[in-house]
Every structure is written in C-alpha cells, then in structure tokens.
C-alpha cells in the first residue's frame, strides 16, 4: 500500500513570498490532516478535511494560510504572504475516517520549509 | 500550564536497557491516547494506541495509562539502536462525528540507542 505523498520535500523563499504544497493521501482514506511542525515542537493541526469538506480549521491563520481539497483526494497548502516563524515542517497525514473509533492517521514525509 | 506535557530529553541508553518515556496532561477529557515515533526527516508513525486507562503491550513495547494521575508512560525493552528516534506521545478527547477534538502532540523525547 502506497503511503501519503507529498512534494515538494524542501522549500526555502524569503519572507512575503507565496509558497504552496500538495500532498496525496492514502487511497481510499476519507480524512486529510495538514499539521505544522516547528522545530524542537510536536505537531500542531491546521485543518482538517473530511472528503472536500473543511472539519476543523480553528488553528489555521487564515489571513495568509488557505487549503483546499477540491476533489476530496489530493490537498493543496498555501501561504501567503510568508513570515519567518512559518518556517517548520509541514506534514500531511490520512486516515480512513476520523468518526471511527479506532481511526488511525497516517503521516507523510513532509515539506521543510525555510523561510529567509 | 500545556495541555500535554513532555521531556524533550536527549536520553542516551546503551543497547539492551529499559527505556522509560512520560508524558503529563492537564485535560480530563483525554480519552485516546498515542505513542509516534518520528525518525529524522521522516514523519512521524504510530507505535501505540490507547483508550482510558490501563496497559497494552505490543512486543517489546508497552503503553500505560494512568487517567487518575494524567500520567501515560510508553516502556521499551531490550532496546536496539534502530530504536533511536523522536517519540511523540498525542492524546484527544475524540469522540465519533464532534469537530474540534484534534490530537494534541508532546514536544517530543529524543532518544539514542547506542551499540
């Protein structure tokens, strides 16, 4: 079984550019995770996705970060403009239904983001 | 006060040796709680997973969870090099179809197996 892909691995811009990520989910599995990751830290959630519906964005800032998972499969994370404190590792994880008891998520490698 | 609290470490063992990690909570609501383990440069994966309290063993891994102390506690015996890594533990009060309810993570505990 193919597990959660995302592109790209690195990434490194300055400050108040736009950056994007994508990330494709384990097939068949219904709910999408962005978290962000800083250094030193442990993940933080930033949204949740079930199929192309929005779950939980309450930590998402939302005047410079959006997502979207149009077709309830692949995701798309965007920032803009970038800071510096954006600089982590972002990281998408699935699962096959958060409602499930038992639900298990499933982390992809990440993205690094550098921001200089 | 965190809600989930964790020593960063670094813990350094050598081959063979028990390991202990903790992790404290100060929300009574956790009901479901995990152990990741993240290598470097890699995402992190699930190890244990737990619900209330009590102990769950899994090979050379075990969890504990002490709900009247917001206490959880992962044991590795007989541990190997290949065990070094960063270990998250992660809880949430999740329950089926409520929003809101996302795992909170650890900081994390770094530990090194060494030969």
């Known amino acids: 079984e193919a597990g959660v892909a995302q592109s790209p691995r690195y990434k490194i811009i300055e400050k108040r550019q736009s950056v994007a990520f994508w990330c494709n989910p384990i097939?068949?599995?219904?709910?999408l995770y962005w978290y962000q990751q800083i250094l030193g830290q442990g993940p933080k959630l930033l949204i949740q996705?079930?199929?192309?519906?929005?779950?939980?964005d309450s930590q998402l800032p939302k005047d410079r970060f959006s997502a979207e998972r149009l077709k309830g499969v692949d995701s798309t994370l965007k920032i803009q403009p970038a800071k510096l404190e954006d600089s982590a590792v972002y990281l998408c994880a699935s699962s096959l239904d958060w409602t499930s008891r038992r639900d298990t998520q499933y982390f992809g490698p990440g993205t690094r983001l550098t921001v200089l | 006060q965190k809600e989930v609290e964790q020593d960063p470490g670094p813990l350094s063992v050598p081959e063979g040796a028990i390991v202990s990690l903790n992790c404290t909570y100060s929300n009574s609501a956790f009901q479901y709680f995990m152990w990741y383990r993240q290598y470097s440069r890699k995402g992190p994966e699930l190890l244990m997973y737990?619900?209330?309290?009590g102990n769950k063993e899994d090979g050379r891994f075990t969890a504990q969870v002490d709900k009247s102390s917001k206490y959880i506690s992962l044991f590795i015996r007989d541990s190997q090099p290949s065990d070094s890594a960063t270990y998250l533990c992660?809880?949430?009060?999740?329950?089926?179809?409520?929003?809101?309810?996302?795992?909170?993570f650890g900081k994390g505990t770094t530990l090194s197996v060494s030969s």
């Open positions: 097939s068949g599995h219904a709910t």
């Open positions: 992660a809880m949430s009060p999740r329950r089926r179809n409520q929003a809101g309810t996302a795992l909170i």
């Open positions: 737990t619900y209330s309290s």
């Open positions: 996705f079930q199929n192309n519906g929005v779950v939980d």
